[in-house]
């Protein structure tokens, strides 16, 4: 288990940095609509977008450290549904991908 969270830890990052793209294009999109009365010249879609940036961070996945093993066993310890302070792992709403707008 311990293992299994460690090795999570990159790929999990990539997940979050892709749903935090997803819902910037998603954003850029419909300002784009909204300030363009012709909806033909529409960029590419939202989920391409993400699916893109999604596949090139797998393709640069960086490799599994001491640090992901350190936070995988916090994690444990401390069960993050119990005691959220010392969870290693936050949602996507308050990691540092929505700040960039």
């Known amino acids: 288990s311990l293992s299994r969270e460690a090795a999570m ?19 850029l999109q419909q300002q784009e609509v909204a300030e363009s009365s012709q909806e033909t010249a529409r960029t590419e879609d939202s989920f391409e977008i993400a699916r893109n940036d999604l596949m090139k961070r797998f393709q640069e996945l960086r490799p599994v450290t001491l640090k992901d093993f350190q936070a995988a066993f916090n994690f444990l310890l401390y069960d993050s549904g119990n005691n959220s302070d010392h969870s290693p792992y936050r949602s996507s709403s308050d990691s540092e991908f929505d700040e960039e707008n």
Do not use: Q
Not at 9 to 27: F, G, V
């Open 9 to 27: 830890a990159p790929i999990r990052e990539c997940l979050k940095a892709a749903a935090a793209t997803r819902r910037r294009a998603r954003r």
